[in-house]
């Protein structure tokens, strides 16, 4: 479990329901059937004239396994574990096929198949894993950029419930005793803008930046996975291969000489 998305999500609702309480005596004064229906059914339907119905549902799985889901990019790991591939393959890149299966990290164990398999020259391993991780950085940002996307209709929504509002307004003016209906009328009205405003930014918009985010992160991992696979067959030396895959990481991320030593 990703524990400060968790918090952000419980903190999010807490504003909101302290918010609400303290601007009213009644919170079910903000439980509109109208705004809700005119915001959330409004902005599932321009969701799904957008994109098909089968890549929205499956939002759902990506909050669940990539936004609350436990996720951390372990450099250092991989580090390790390619310096522990290359001790092995001082003797041969062939015996290396034993340690392909216990490699867990999916990108890794492919680089290191095709450096194995020895068929493909240095530059086509890395016009391949290349390819491969444009392929991935297209599919996650895609799920980063629907949220953004669906994130812009809420408010429009919420506009458009506001407007109505104001419309049932404007044909009250002018009976008996209209001046006392104003206010509560308006109030209702802007309940459309308010449920709008708070779905795009406390919802749908932090998802797209937390999802862009760990695309990056994973992007950068696969990227040192590139160079590390590449100086795995070339067979560099161990101290060379570590400071070059530091390069990639902080100072205070780096794997130290003593960890991992030659």
Do not use: W
Request: positive net charge.
């Amino acid at each position: 479990m990703n524990f400060s998305s968790l918090l952000g999500v419980l903190v999010s609702i807490g504003v909101m329901y302290f918010a609400m309480e303290g601007a009213t005596d009644n919170l079910r004064f903000f439980l509109q059937q109208e705004a809700i229906l005119i915001v959330i059914g409004g902005t599932a339907a321009a969701a799904c004239i957008s994109y098909p119905i089968t890549e929205i549902l499956a939002l759902i799985k990506v909050f669940i396994l990539r936004v609350l889901g436990k996720h951390k990019s372990d450099y250092q790991g991989v580090i390790g574990q390619l310096l522990e591939l290359n001790k092995k393959a001082s003797v041969g890149l062939s015996s290396l096929n034993e340690a392909i299966p216990s490699i867990r990290h999916e990108f890794l164990r492919e680089a290191v198949s095709l450096v194995v398999a020895g068929v493909l020259t240095e530059q086509e391993v890395r016009t391949a894993l290349d390819q491969r991780i444009k392929t991935t950085e297209a599919r996650l940002m895609q799920e980063a950029n629907m949220f953004r996307a669906i994130g812009r209709f809420p408010p429009a929504f919420g506009l458009l419930a506001t407007t109505l509002g104001m419309i049932g307004l404007l044909q009250k003016i002018g009976q008996p005793d209209s001046q006392k209906l104003i206010g509560p009328v308006m109030a209702i009205g802007l309940v459309g803008t308010l449920y709008g405003i708070a779905l795009a930014n406390l919802v749908f918009i932090p998802i797209a930046e937390n999802l862009t985010s760990r695309t990056e992160e994973e992007l950068m991992l696969r990227r040192l996975i590139v160079e590390g696979a590449l100086l795995l067959k070339t067979q560099v030396n161990p101290i060379t291969m570590r400071e070059s895959l530091n390069s990639f990481l902080l100072p205070k991320d780096r794997v130290v000489r003593k960890s991992h030593a030659a």
